[in-house]
């Protein structure tokens, strides 16, 4: 159990990459908080899929759309009545594909809010308890589309780049206190998010990639357990992409 009485607070944790880290997370000993938007599926992955994972203080969500401000400082506010977070993983995002000259207005600010500005907005809530406790770990979820683009994607890939110089730049503020930040860049893993690609896309990403499939939500999350661990790595990108790019 090496997160054994630690607190670890996942945003975008009711699905997908988010899920799969918060329960590998419990089952190396750390009591999980998620926050998502919808409170019938916090309260299922709280029931279902984390309670049969024991925690002595039990596991805990809450209701958050990152993409607001306000939301997130409540949320915040809520976790901070619970522990002090130790790690965190910001990994709450959307995507809306489009060209750019056909993308509208809302989807655009919709993409930039959420993915970029709800994981500023969050690290700056959590940085600030880390710092007086000289400890912790932030791992931000970006895409090798932030760092390769893709066309159709131009705001998406937007809002994953900055991920990495944000954090970049973040983990050189907070080095001296003990705490490290930083990135993982996944490429096509199968959740809800790429369910919708045509199978013949499918294919050639597929063809396309050293190790001959889709990512899986948990092989994202071992990446994030490592980083939570490793003390003497911080301002990184680690691409988790089976060798797509």
Request: one cysteine or more; charged letters at 20%.
């Amino acid at each position: 159990m090496p997160l054994a009485n630690t607190l670890t607070l996942i945003s975008g944790g009711t699905r997908g990459i988010g899920l799969a880290t918060a329960k590998l997370f419990a089952l190396n000993g750390s009591r999980i908080v998620i926050l998502g938007r919808d409170q019938d599926r916090i309260k299922h992955v709280l029931d279902k899929e984390l309670a049969p994972i024991a925690s002595p203080s039990g596991h805990v969500g809450f209701q958050c759309d990152v993409s607001k401000s306000e939301d997130v400082e409540q949320a915040i506010k809520e976790v901070s009545k619970i522990a002090p977070v130790d790690y965190l993983v910001s990994s709450a995002g959307i995507a809306r594909d489009s060209l750019l000259i056909a993308q509208s207005t809302h989807d655009m600010e919709s993409l930039i809010n959420t993915n970029l500005m709800g994981t500023i907005w969050i690290n700056k809530a959590i940085a600030k308890g880390m710092i007086r406790r000289k400890r912790g770990a932030i791992i931000n979820i970006s895409s090798v589309v932030g760092i390769q683009g893709n066309i159709g994607q131009s705001i998406y890939s937007a809002s994953k780049a900055a991920l990495i110089g944000f954090s970049k730049s973040l983990s050189k503020e907070l080095g001296s206190r003990g705490i490290t930040v930083n990135v993982i860049a996944p490429g096509y893993i199968d959740t809800d998010m790429t369910s919708s690609i045509p199978e013949e896309k499918k294919k050639e990403i597929i063809a396309k990639t050293s190790l001959g499939r889709f990512g899986h939500p948990e092989d994202v999350a071992e990446a994030a357990l490592f980083l939570a661990q490793a003390k003497f790595i911080t301002g990184q990108v680690l691409v988790v992409d089976g060798g797509l790019i």
